[in-house]
């Protein structure tokens, strides 16, 4: 028998005048740049928090807490690493992930496709089973002014046996 699981990340991140803005582990030519504790990469934060949501391991604060000195500056690929091992020793696999990006501007989709393929490479999944999109906010709140990117994840995991 199969078993499934569904997890829902979501991340916000507020900006800051520099460049570039890391997404998905790809580094997004902009005139800004998310500032958090790590290196602020919303895409993969979502997806962490999803994955762990779905293994029912907690969430993303609590796994690596931003009051952890160890984590400043973390490598947020290197953080999905982890936590996609961590799943998989579980027996757990990624079927599907469904990743939106929130960003006025730059505009992603040109990226989708990167981003899918990095997010892929970090993981050692096969590419085809994420699907990146973005949205801009038209303007409205915090996206839309420029302020902050976010992202939002859903995320499959399958295991068989009983």
Not at 57 to 74: E, V
Request: hydrophobic content about 40%.
């Amino acid at each position: 028998m199969t078993q499934k699981r569904i997890g829902q990340g979501h991340d916000l991140h507020r900006l800051e005048a520099g460049g570039p803005l890391r997404l998905c582990g790809i580094d997004v030519d902009a005139p800004f740049e998310a500032v958090g504790h790590s290196d602020a990469d919303v895409g993969i934060h979502a997806l962490v928090d999803a994955l762990l949501g779905a293994a029912q391991l907690g969430d993303i604060g609590r796994t690596f807490p931003d009051t952890d000195p160890a984590h400043a500056d973390a490598n947020s690929a290197d953080l999905l690493w982890e936590v996609h091992n961590r799943v998989r020793s579980l027996g757990w696999r990624i079927e599907n992930v469904d990743l939106t990006i929130h960003l006025e501007r730059p505009r992603l989709a040109p990226y989708a496709s990167q981003f899918a393929a990095r997010l892929g490479g970090i993981t050692n999944v096969t590419p085809y089973r994420f699907n990146v999109k973005a949205k801009t906010a038209e303007g409205l709140g915090p996206v839309g002014d420029s302020a902050a990117v976010a992202a939002d994840c859903v995320v499959l995991l399958t295991k068989m046996g009983r």
